[in-house]
């Protein structure tokens, strides 16, 4: 009998993986969307990242099971946030005529910093099944670690285009920083309280 944990992870595989993408599909070809719509998509990928990239350091500092227990769901809630950022990115160039590419040259620009992560949402995109990590092997882990570089271009690319400049990514970098070195500390106390016991 499958557990209450393995439930809820095939319910959230069945809405990641299929309802997601077919209930934006058929939102964006309604006609009844607009900028904001995607706009807001971007938000919520955002989120959802900042939840997978923050749970590791959470689960070593706490020891909590229900930390662990959501780390197991990461690439469920990883593909989530790729949907969301393809209807995102290609709703707002629809919408917004962003068609033009030297506007994706500009460093200053918001638009620069969207690219760049998108081309690594792609790729961790692309590579969230297991395909890919049969066929990837050890270089599935590997490929996968730039999930935390992308996600601060991701930041980047939120606070330039929201006008908010630079100072909330260097806070989110500081706090994340201290948090994982935090978390690395605790994991290998815990490890060594083990060991003595033994």
Known sequence: MASSFQIVRKVLQIVSFYLLPVGLLATSLSGYVAWDFY?????????????????????????WRLFKSIRLL??????????????????????????????????????????????????????SNNISVRLLKKNWKRLQRIAIPVYFLISIHKFIASDEGLIPVLVIFVVYVVLRGAGHYMAKLRQKNLDDIV
Do not use: C
């Not at 706009?39 to 749970?55: A, M, N, R």
């Open 39 to 63: 706009s807001q998509l971007g938000q919520t990928s955002w989120i959802i990242i900042t939840v997978i990239i923050f749970l590791t350091p959470a689960a070593e500092i706490t020891d």
């Open 74 to 127: 990461r690439r469920e809630l990883g593909v989530a946030a790729f949907w969301l950022f393809l209807f995102h990115a290609g709703g707002l160039m629809y919408t917004g005529k962003l068609f033009n590419f030297a506007s994706y040259l500009k460093v200053e620009n918001g638009l620069f910093w969207g690219a760049v992560a998108g081309i690594g949402m792609i790729l961790l995109g692309l590579t």
